[in-house]
Nanobody
Framework: QVQLVESGGGLVQTGGSLRLSCVVS???????????MGWYRQAPGNQRELVAF???????NYANSVRGRFTISRDDAKNTRYLQMNSLKPEDTAHYYC?????????WGQGTQVTVSS
């Protein structure tokens, strides 16, 4: 089993920044089986969309809508993944979910709300 706890959401003005954190916990065998982690977001009335992910080899990928503004990173010593969000726009407003993908299952955190005011 893998547990994910997100933090760092909040209310920010257009153009502002936030950093989301996702702390991973669980058994050593479960954590070592994670092959990618990332962030999805979901706004009311919209489908959940992939924002960014980082693979085990450090490869990253981003949605076109956030590329150049968001940066995903990791601190393996702290079992934490980060999503640095800069130049935020009202359309970034959503509930952001951290996920961890193993060969057998995708785990989800409870999410954190990001609201960008115009």
């Amino acid at each position: 089993q893998v547990q994910l706890v997100e933090s760092g959401g909040g209310l920010v003005q257009t153009g502002g920044s936030l950093r989301l954190s996702c702390v991973v916990s669980g058994s050593i065998s479960s954590i070592s089986s994670i092959n990618s982690m990332g962030w999805y977001r979901q706004a009311p009335g919209n489908q959940r969309e992939l924002v960014a992910f980082i693979a085990g080899d450090g490869t990253t990928n981003y949605a076109n809508s956030v590329r150049g503004r968001f940066t995903i990173s990791r601190d393996d010593a702290k079992n934490t993944r980060y999503l640095q969000m800069n130049s935020l726009k009202p359309e970034d407003t959503a509930h952001y979910y951290c996920y961890a993908q193993t060969p057998w299952q995708k785990y989800w955190g409870q999410g954190t709300q990001v609201t960008v005011s115009s």
